[in-house]
């Protein structure tokens, strides 16, 4: 009972965060980890929202415990990300020593869309923003759960974009497509339209406290 309910605290994290609610998306963050202190992606996705309202200490200290608590967990989350997040934070505090994290990071890089951690530390931090969850990523059930429950159709049918043999899976929920298809002509789903995210968008100074990072994982995502 208590993983479920950090990870259901974990997911209204997340929607609140995809609103730019992120004082919201904190409180459920932090209520998920009380409940489960290795629950590494909740720290991580804690870190952004902090970083986003301007809050760099706050934010590098979600992203240490991330970073504390990645290693031994059953899903990955990349090392080279946490490490990144952590280190920009530093540099939006103004110590230098975030480069360090940064060149650490570099040494961890592990898909293509980790290349743009080179052009960060070649431009010193810049006016980058962190790495985060793509939008409509939410914890689902298990397979096992979901054949012992009685089926309610609150969200509509799921669409599966990363699995997992393990016992929780992600879905992208149609609704969330559908709200993206209704305001984009080009109609892409909410994982096309942000894999390609010019990293430097809507960043001058600090960043845009109603918008999720603008860089993205590209490839398989799998965490905790």
């Known amino acids: 009972q208590i993983a479920d309910s950090s990870k259901i605290l974990t997911n209204m994290g997340l929607i609140y965060a995809t609103i ?14 009380s409940l489960d202190k290795f629950l590494a992606i909740a720290y991580f996705q804690c870190g952004v929202s902090n970083f986003l309202l301007g809050r760099y200490d706050a934010a590098y200290a979600k992203f ?30 103004g110590y230098a020593k975030g480069m360090n994290d940064l060149e650490q990071a570099r040494e961890e890089k592990e898909i293509i869309g980790h290349e743009v ?22 914890y689902r ?15 509509g049918k799921a669409k599966l974009v990363i699995g997992s043999d393990l016992d929780d899976i992600y879905t992208e929920f149609s609704g969330v497509t559908e709200l993206k298809r209704n305001s984009d002509p080009s109609k892409s789903s909410p994982l096309e339209s942000t894999s390609n995210a010019d990293p430097k ?24």
């Open 201 to 224: 968008a809507s960043l001058s100074g600090t960043p845009d406290r109603g918008a999720t990072a603008s860089i993205f994982r590209t490839h398989r995502i799998s965490m905790l």
């Open 64 to 93: 240490q415990d991330a970073y504390l608590y990645l290693r031994g967990n059953r899903y990955k989350l990349f090392s080279a990300e946490v490490l990144f997040n952590r280190g920009l934070s530093q540099l939006y505090l």
């Open 141 to 155: 059930p298990s397979e096992k759960k979901l054949r012992n429950s009685k089926v309610k159709d609150y969200l």
């Open 20 to 33: 730019g609610k992120h004082e919201a998306a904190i409180e459920h963050f932090d209520a998920a980890t």
């Open 117 to 138: 951690i080179d052009d960060v530390i070649r431009d010193r931090g810049g006016q980058y923003t962190v790495f985060s969850v793509p939008v409509g990523v939410l």
